[in-house]
């Protein structure tokens, strides 16, 4: 069983930054997407961005700019640079893992039911 595990989420000010990390146990696939997604309470689980087995990323319209995801291979991590936080970026961030690559997958909009595995979670909070 594949696990993902979050971490790096936390309580900043407005026009701060953050790093969260997601180590995951194995790349499952050969071909594989990795995604971020944010959950805010009351809506529903949106994508912030991904990037693929090549390296490819591409990002949410919201975070376009601001937002950057990276990964170590020889770590197995994953991760989001967050820079210029805003308030609307509070959420529960959860990374994910989908067994296919290429350009629909980097998004937007992204698929929520592509992705096989998921993190817990990490909640990050930013106040004005």
């Known amino acids: 069983q594949v696990q993902l595990v979050e971490s790096g989420g936390g309580s900043v000010q407005t026009g701060g930054s953050l790093r969260l990390s997601c180590v995951v146990s194995?790349?499952?696939?050969?071909?594989?997407?990795l995604g971020w997604f944010r959950q805010a309470p009351g809506k529903e689980r949106e994508g912030v961005g991904a990037?693929?087995?090549?390296?490819?990323?591409n990002y949410a319209d919201s975070v376009l700019g601001r937002f950057t995801i990276s990964k170590d291979n020889i770590k197995n991590i994953l991760y989001l640079h967050m820079n210029n936080l805003e308030p609307d970026d509070t959420a529960m961030y959860y990374c994910?893992?989908?067994?296919?690559?290429?350009?629909?997958?980097?998004?937007?909009?992204?698929?929520?039911?592509?992705?096989?595995?998921w993190g817990q979670g990490t909640q990050v909070t930013v106040s004005a």
């Open positions: 994910a893992e989908a067994p296919v690559s290429g350009h629909l997958m980097l998004g937007p909009p992204y698929r929520v039911d592509y992705y096989d595995f």
């Open positions: 194995r790349w499952t696939y050969s071909r594989y997407c």
């Open positions: 990037i693929d087995s090549d390296g490819s990323t």
